[in-house]
């Protein structure tokens, strides 16, 4: 059966639209395309089965003698389920996952085939690594790349629509070299820094007996955008872009919060139904949906998981918001900034640290003043992103996100942290001496007695914060939507790492080997006291969105790097490659290749949304233009001609000129811009940065000024309101 064929989408979770195993229960449908727990379980001899769970769970390397039998097992489970083919999924440089697909048959010469999947073809792939952004490792060595099998995080079938099912193996791709060419490799490395640095906090404290290992958790909230396909299809820089590069603020915006979690409309329901099927199939855990602030936006979020396993199920969901979106006649738009003046869109990235027994170590607990392990992690927290608000803040540069941060709506591009009063109100105690008492909330009483008393938080919420602790976690707010989130979790595992490690050296330094109880109390004081005094100013839990907070930010030294061409030089300083080198995360060339792959990337995004502008101009905003001009001029002419006075219409006409005008100088000044280019691709940035993005602007300005007085018929394009209000 043809899960997307099947549209009874109401019994998402039942036996009617489960793929093939007819599960009758959630917990049965779930993950039933992923090849992990129970299928492993029924389809693995018992030996291996323990050591492939083992790698799983701890990440300990994996006994290279069980992969043939990994193997079979798993293709012949994919050829039940109809895959033809398998392939080594992975996450280049791009930003986006690549596969590459060969079939489990071999052809043979008599005209047979046979069927073939060995413990090498799981393990190891060889896909051409030129064909990849490498960022200039590769022009020193040889192009071949290899993708090795992540044992850690699951295999699992993807089923397009069509019916076309794929076995896709995650993996790490490297080059020949084993220079990470992709953005897992780091990714694993930086947890395992992590987890090492971690465990000697817990250590300290004698908390890590039968704690093997510490993990990062990671759920991703992910917010989008449904525009009709048709309408999306008649915008060159919808399809070209992601985003429209012109159109006329609509009436209405989101002045009237009509939209944020209100009902949502029947076919995107049924729409969310399917996806959240599709994802729960495939082992990603879906769980919230809502309308977003803007029309026509939405969110979906996940429960959190494993952050090595999270991040490959956030580019999971966003291919299947796309695929299936396609399905409904939606194009799902992901891009930061689709409609300019319109709320844009973030993947709130909400991170913190577990110990393999499952204890997250950034809970506060109810005595969070006792809580000394807390307060040392929450300290080496606020340390890293105090020392390293450059990197983080480069961490989610990208060209699309420049339209949102440091912009109203969004987080400014000045890297702080929200605690809130109870934790704020700690660190006052910390700094001032010894802390004696946690702050509670108390209860909201409602007022009425048939409704429950709620039990406040000991702190509102701030959405204006691009780094908030929200209770028992930290959720970096600034990322992108389109972000692939390995890299900026790599930079925060990464800076995170250095601090904790600081913090463990200072404290076993003070408190010396096996102290007593007050001793290590006398030494965590301390060690806290100084860190706090030292790091604290890049804590801020006012407005963030306001003008005083960047005259504040920039008296306490915080950096203000608006975009991303300010930024991305944070990745190519020696404090960037010695704490990537320390930790063993990224040497000073797999580094240095990823900045080089920014700055290109941002160069081939502007030049593309430049192209796509001048093209839309030339071919359709300016013949619109040119024919409502002639009608004007027409009417004017006939008018005239019958001997009426038409004063008013002929001001128009002279009006409308003038805009057809000022967008044809505007355009031409942008054509001539963008036919200089730089060979040094930092310099081309700035440039970039610099003279063709605010020219773009201008010829946008342009745009829309003769958008609101061009006759809606004679309008190429659909408008705003017909893409995001009128359904
Ligand atoms: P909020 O309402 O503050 O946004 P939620 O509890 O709804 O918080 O969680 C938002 C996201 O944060 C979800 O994706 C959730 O799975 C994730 N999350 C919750 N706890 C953790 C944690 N310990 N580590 C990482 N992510 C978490
Ligand atoms: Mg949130």
């Not at 006792?370 to 989610?396: E, G, K, P, Y």
């Not at 005008?661 to 940065?689: T, Y």
């Amino acid at each position: 059966m043809n899960p997307f064929n099947n549209t009874s989408h109401g019994t998402q979770m039942s036996a009617n639209t489960s793929t093939f195993d007819n599960p009758t229960r959630a917990s049965d449908y779930f993950g039933c395309m992923t090849f992990s727990g129970d299928t492993m379980l029924k389809r693995l001899p018992s030996d291996v089965f323990a050591k492939l769970q083992r790698t799983m769970s701890q990440g300990t390397s994996l006994d290279p003698a069980i992969a043939n039998t990994v193997a079979v097992a798993m293709k012949d489970w994919a050829i039940e389920h109809g895959a033809t083919h398998y392939c080594h999924w992975f996450q280049p440089l791009t930003g986006i996952t690549a596969e590459k697909h060969d079939a489990f048959l071999n052809p043979m010469s008599d005209g047979s085939a046979i069927e073939q999947f060995s413990g090498n073809q799981l393990v190891i792939g060889e896909p051409d690594a030129s064909s990849f952004p490498s960022g200039g490792i590769r022009d020193t060595y040889e192009a071949r790349g290899y993708t090795a099998w992540d044992a850690t995080s699951p295999a699992f079938l993807l089923r397009n629509p069509s019916g076309i099912t794929t076995l896709c193996i995650p993996t790490a791709f490297v080059s020949w070299t084993g220079e990470a060419l992709d953005k897992k490799t780091p990714l694993l490395r930086s947890i395992q820094a992590l987890s090492k640095q971690a465990m000697r906090i817990l250590k300290i404290f004698g908390h890590d007996a039968g704690v093997s290992h510490v993990v990062g958790t990671l759920g991703c909230e992910q917010e989008y955008f449904l525009v009709e396909r048709e309408q999306a299809e008649q915008r060159l820089d919808l399809m070209m872009t992601g985003r429209t590069m012109m159109g006329a603020n609509p009436p209405k915006g989101h002045q009237l919060d009509d939209h944020y979690f209100g009902a949502i409309p029947d076919r995107v329901l049924t729409f969310m139904a399917e996806v959240e099927a599709r994802l729960f199939e495939l082992g990603v855990p879906a769980k919230t949906r809502h309308n977003e602030v803007a029309p026509s936006q939405y969110e979906l979020a996940p429960m959190f998981e494993n952050a090595n396993i999270a991040v490959d199920h956030q580019m999971i969901t966003m291919q299947v918001l796309r695929m299936v979106a396609r399905k409904y006649g939606f194009e799902c738009l992901i891009h930061e900034k689709p409609f300019a003046g319109i709320n844009g869109s973030g993947k709130h990235n909400n991170w913190s640290m577990s110990t393999s027994t499952g204890i997250n170590l950034l809970d506060p607990r109810a005595d969070t003043h006792t809580n000394m392990q807390f307060l040392v992690f929450l300290t080496a927290v606020i340390r890293a992103v105090d020392l390293h608000a450059d990197m983080l803040r480069a961490s989610i540069a990208s060209a699309a996100n420049d339209h949102r941060l440091g912009a109203n709506e969004a987080p400014p591009a000045i890297m702080s942290i929200f605690l809130g009063d109870m934790l704020t109100d700690i660190l006052d105690q910390l700094q001032t001496g010894s802390p004696k008492k946690t702050k509670t909330g108390g209860e909201l009483d409602l007022g009425a007695t048939s409704l429950p008393h709620i039990p406040r938080h000991a702190s509102d919420r701030n959405r204006t914060s691009p780094f908030a602790f929200t209770g028992n976690k930290f959720e970096f707010r600034a990322v992108g939507s389109t972000s692939a989130v390995a890299w900026p979790n790599t930079v925060l595992n990464t800076i995170v790492t250095e601090s904790i490690d600081f913090l463990a050296t200072e404290l076993e330094k003070k408190a010396g080997k096996n102290p007593s109880a007050a001793k290590l109390e006398a030494a965590v004081k301390a060690v806290l006291k100084e860190n706090i005094k030292a790091h604290r100013r890049v804590c801020f839990d006012g407005d963030g969105y306001g003008e005083a907070w960047h005259k504040e930010a920039e008296k306490r030294g915080l950096p203000n790097l608006r975009s991303t061409a300010e930024s991305l030089s944070a990745f190519s300083t020696k404090k960037a490659r010695d704490v990537f080198a320390k930790y063993q995360v990224l040497n000073a060339r797999e580094l240095e290749a990823r900045y080089e792959v920014l700055v290109e990337n941002y160069c081939t995004v502007i030049g593309i949304e430049t192209r796509t502008i001048i093209q839309m101009v030339r071919t359709q905003i300016l013949p619109a233009g040119l024919r409502t001009q002639e009608e004007l001029a027409t009417t004017v002419g006939a008018t005239l001609a019958a001997d009426v006075d038409c004063a008013e219409t002929q001001a128009d006409l002279r009006h409308y000129v003038g805009l057809v005008n000022d967008l044809r100088v505007s355009v031409a000044e942008l054509e001539k811009l963008a036919a200089k280019h730089h060979k040094d691709h930092a310099i081309e940035m700035r440039f970039l940065h610099d003279n063709i993005v605010p020219a773009t602007a201008r010829v946008r300005a342009a745009c829309d000024a003769l958008e609101r007085v061009t006759p809606d018929d004679n309008w190429p394009l659909p408008t705003y309101a017909e893409m995001l209000l009128m359904k």
